[in-house]
Every structure is written in C-alpha cells, then in structure tokens.
C-alpha cells in the first residue's frame, strides 16, 4: 500500500515562497506519476503540477508556470513543489498524489498541508 506524507506548509506573505515535500513509501513506484493539486475555501480541487516518478516531464497548470517548479529526489523517494511569487489566490490546501502506470486517474492521496498566503 502506498502512503504520501505532506509537510512544508504554512503562512507567507506575498511575493514569499515555500517549499513542499511528499515522501512516498509502501511500494516502488516506478512508472508512476506523482503530482501536486490544491483545493481552495469554497472551490474544486484543482491540478497544479505532475512529474514523473524517475524525474521527468514536469507539466503545470498555467496558473502557476513560471512560479512553481516541481522535482524528485530519487534517493529520498521524495517530490517537491517549490512555489515562489506567491500571492493570496494560491491559499489553499496543497495535496500530493500518485497515479499507478495503468491507472487514467490519480488514485492515492496524501492528507493535505494548508499553504497560506497573506497579502
């Protein structure tokens, strides 16, 4: 069974930045695709990034290319958002999740870490 544990959250002023960190544990997860997606007060949870397991083929949703960098660190078995610029809208709960090679949805999900953002 696979975990994701979340940690880096927290409050930040505009124009800061953070860091969140996933640590995945259970089972290899070769081929998977892990990602990132938020779910602000009162809104769907939306898509902010993905990566490969192995690393590759970063994509993010528009609303954060050019401030968000997602990465992997393979010998930690651990994925990363760093979030910069950010600004009050980013406020949300940030979720990591893992989608199975087969798998067209992503289907495990960690508890959540609130990212909040104070203008």
């Known amino acids: 069974q696979v975990q994701l544990v979340e940690s880096g959250g927290g409050l930040v002023q505009a124009g800061g930045s953070l860091e969140l960190s996933c640590a995945a544990s259970?089972?290899?997860?070769?081929?998977?695709?892990m990602g990132w997606f938020r779910q602000a007060p009162g809104k769907e949870r939306e898509f902010v990034a993905s990566?490969?397991?192995?690393?590759?083929?970063?994509y993010y949703a528009d609303s954060v290319k050019g401030r968000f960098t997602i990465s992997k660190d393979n010998a930690k078995n651990t994925v990363y958002l760093q979030m910069n610029s950010l600004q009050p809208e980013d406020t949300a709960v940030y979720y990591c999740a893992a989608r199975g090679v087969t798998a067209n949805q992503y289907h495990i999900w960690g508890q959540g870490t609130q990212v909040t953002v104070s203008s």
């Open positions: 259970g089972r290899p997860l070769s081929g998977w695709r």
């Open positions: 990566i490969t397991w192995s690393g590759n083929s970063p």
